[in-house]
């Protein structure tokens, strides 16, 4: 209710500045195979992804693919539900429910990473640093990635707290990167190669 009447007052305020504010639905909306979104993401060569909680949905700008697991495709992706997606030079990084999945930018096609902690768990986050490294967080453990997904560093939260979850990854104009979690932010050391609490 606060959130409501806060926009509309916004809302009188910059009307009252000569300023419109509108809003429209989205050119792709009744393409996509959910209207549950979860994430939106343009990759750096224009196509916008779209992350629902049953189907990975594409737009080049004209038409919408969406790509789901069915009877004909059972693993083309780790899940269905769809909760972070980043891209770097090599992939579309999509974080589901279960995992996370891959799209090859050159060879056109899905797969699911291999990583046995990963497999079942919910990607919380998904973040491409100015390296074009992709950090991942799911439960209690960060894992960074080289670009080219052969390579993974892994940070494991679960010695601060029974109870740690990591929530979100962020990196700063600076380029430190720090983890937000439900036991206090965290901020990488890049010399050492770990994360230490921000005070």
């Known amino acids: 209710l606060f959130l409501m009447i806060s926009l509309l007052c916004l809302c009188k305020e910059l009307k009252a500045e000569g300023i419109q504010v509108s809003a429209s639905p989205l050119p792709f909306y ?20 779209i992350g629902t909680t049953s189907a990975l949905s594409r737009w080049n700008g004209k038409k919408v693919e969406n790509f789901y697991n069915d009877y004909s ?3 083309l992706l780790s899940d269905n539900s769809i909760t972070y997606i980043t891209d770097n030079s090599h992939y579309v990084w999509i974080g589901t429910n279960r995992g996370l ?7 056109r096609h899905f797969r699911v990473l291999e990583n046995s902690y990963l497999r079942n768990q ?10 074009d490294q992709v950090w991942v967080a799911a439960g209690k ?11 993974e560093q892994l940070f494991d939260f679960s010695g601060e707290s029974d109870s740690v979850s990591i929530n979100s990854l962020y990196q700063d104009r600076r380029e430190n990167i720090f983890t937000v979690t439900n036991c206090g932010i965290f901020l990488f050391d890049r010399i050492h190669r770990h994360f230490f609490r921000f005070k």
């Open 141 to 151: 453990r960060v894992f960074c990635y080289a670009p080219d997904a052969t390579q």
């Open 30 to 49: 009744n393409q996509i195979y959910s209207n549950e979104i979860f994430d939106i993401h343009q990759d750096r060569e224009g196509y916008v992804w």
């Open 73 to 75: 495709h059972p693993l």
């Open 101 to 107: 999945t891959l799209y090859d930018k050159q060879k």
């Open 122 to 131: 919910r990607i919380k986050y998904v973040m491409t640093d100015d390296d």
